[in-house]
C-alpha cells in the first residue's frame, strides 16, 4: 500500500522540499517529471499547483496534499466539493519565510480609494477570484474581478483599479508603489486528506506520523541545543542568563561540585549570550544544531 501524496509545484516547491527533507524524507526532483522520488517506499508523490491541490486531494485522486488555507478557501468557495477533506496540520512556513501569508487589497499610493467601499464599479486583479468575488459581496460592493496571471502588481492603474494579491512582506507591493487598505485573508501551508484515505487505518496513521515529523521540523527552525558545564555556585546566575523552550536539563558529573546544563535557545541569541555565559563561570560549552523537537 502507499500513500498518495501532493507536493506544490512553483513558489512553495523548495521550502516544502527542504522541510520534508529537516523531517528526514529526501525528495529528488526530476526537470522532466510530475512524479518525484522519495526515500520512502511508502509514499508516492506527485507535484501539482498548489493552486489545484484541494480539488485533486478532494476529487480522491491523491491521497493527502499540501497548499495554502487561501487555495482551500478558493477551492471550496467555487464549484468544488466540500466536506471531503480534513486538516491534519498547520504547517507555517513560506517561500521567503517561516511565517504567514496575506491576501490583502492594494490601490495605487496616489489614489484617493481608502476602503472597499470606494471601489463600487471598479475592476480588480488577482488570481484569488472567487474568495475576492465573496469577499465584495460580503461588503455589498459591486466590481468587476478579473483573473491575472501574474505580475499582479503592475496592473494598476491602467489594466486594473485595485488587486488582491498575496505578500509576505509587503515590499514587492511597495516597489510598485501600491497601498493596502485591506486584508482579505491570512494564509499559511496546511497538510490536509482525502476522508475517504483517513478511514483507512493505516493511511491516518502514515499521515499523522508525517505531520508530527513535519511540525518537529518548523519547531527545530531558527533554534540550536547548547551544552555547558558549570560550578553548583554559579548555577543559579548561569540559569538567569539561559532562556529556554522548556526548563533546562540539569545533570550531575563526576564531580559532585559540577553539574551540566542542556538547553534549547533561538540560535540569533548565541552570538551575544556565550561571552555572558563564558563569563559567568562555565566551561566546555558545545552548541549543535536541531533537525527536529518534538513537544
Not at 43 to 61: F, H, K, N, P
Not at 93 to 99: R, W
Not at 244 to 249: C, E, H, I, V, Y
Given at each position: 500500500m502507499k500513500l498518495k501524496l501532493g507536493i506544490p509545484k512553483g513558489s512553495l516547491q523548495d521550502a516544502t522540499i527542504q522541510l520534508f527533507q529537516r523531517a528526514g524524507f529526501n525528495i529528488s526532483v526530476s526537470s522532466r517529471s510530475y512524479f518525484p522520488s522519495i526515500d520512502d517506499p511508502e509514499?508516492?508523490?506527485?507535484?501539482?499547483?498548489?493552486?489545484?491541490?484541494?480539488?485533486?486531494?478532494?476529487?480522491?485522486?491523491l491521497d493527502a496534499g499540501l497548499t495554502g488555507l487561501d487555495w482551500i478557501a478558493e477551492h471550496e468557495a467555487g464549484d468544488g466539493k466540500t466536506g471531503v477533506i480534513e486538516p491534519i496540520a498547520?504547517?507555517?512556513?513560506?517561500?521567503?519565510?517561516?511565517?504567514?501569508?496575506?491576501?490583502?487589497?492594494a490601490v495605487p499610493e496616489d489614489s484617493d480609494i481608502t476602503s472597499a467601499k470606494d471601489l463600487e464599479g471598479k475592476t480588480i486583479a488577482t488570481e484569488l477570484v472567487r474568495a475576492t468575488k465573496a469577499y465584495f459581496k460580503k461588503h455589498d460592493v459591486n466590481v468587476k474581478v478579473e483573473?491575472?496571471?501574474g505580475a499582479t502588481e503592475v496592473k494598476p492603474p491602467m489594466l486594473a483599479d485595485a488587486i488582491v494579491e498575496v505578500t509576505e512582506t509587503g515590499s514587492s507591493l511597495r516597489a510598485n508603489r501600491l497601498r493596502i487598505?485591506?486584508?482579505?485573508?491570512?494564509?499559511?501551508t496546511q497538510l490536509f486528506a482525502n476522508k475517504t484515505a483517513l478511514a483507512d487505518a493505516w493511511k491516518k496513521e502514515k499521515l499523522q506520523n508525517i505531520a508530527l515529523l513535519l511540525k518537529a521540523a518548523i519547531e527545530a527552525q531558527g533554534r540550536v541545543g547548547l551544552m555547558l558545564n558549570v560550578k553548583k555556585d554559579d548555577l543559579q546566575t548561569i540559569l538567569g542568563l539561559l532562556?529556554?523552550?522548556?526548563?533546562?536539563?540539569?545533570?550531575?558529573?563526576?564531580?559532585?561540585?559540577?553539574?551540566?546544563?542542556n538547553?534549547?535557545?533561538?540560535?540569533?541569541?548565541?552570538?551575544?549570550?556565550?561571552?555572558?555565559?563564558?563569563?559567568?563561570?562555565?566551561?566546555?560549552?558545545?552548541?549543535?544544531?536541531?533537525?527536529?523537537i518534538v513537544l
Open positions: 509514499i508516492e508523490c506527485m507535484l501539482i499547483r498548489a493552486q489545484e491541490m484541494a480539488r485533486y486531494v478532494s476529487d480522491g485522486v498547520d504547517l507555517i512556513y513560506a517561500k521567503q519565510s517561516f511565517g504567514k501569508v496575506r491576501w490583502v487589497l483573473f491575472s496571471w487598505i485591506d486584508t482579505l485573508m491570512e494564509s499559511n532562556p529556554a523552550l522548556q526548563r533546562p536539563t540539569i545533570s550531575s558529573l563526576s564531580d559532585d561540585q559540577w553539574v551540566a546544563v538547553t534549547i535557545i533561538e540560535e540569533k541569541t548565541v552570538r551575544n549570550l556565550i561571552p555572558k555565559l563564558k563569563a559567568a563561570n562555565a566551561q566546555g560549552i558545545v552548541e549543535y544544531p536541531l533537525n527536529k
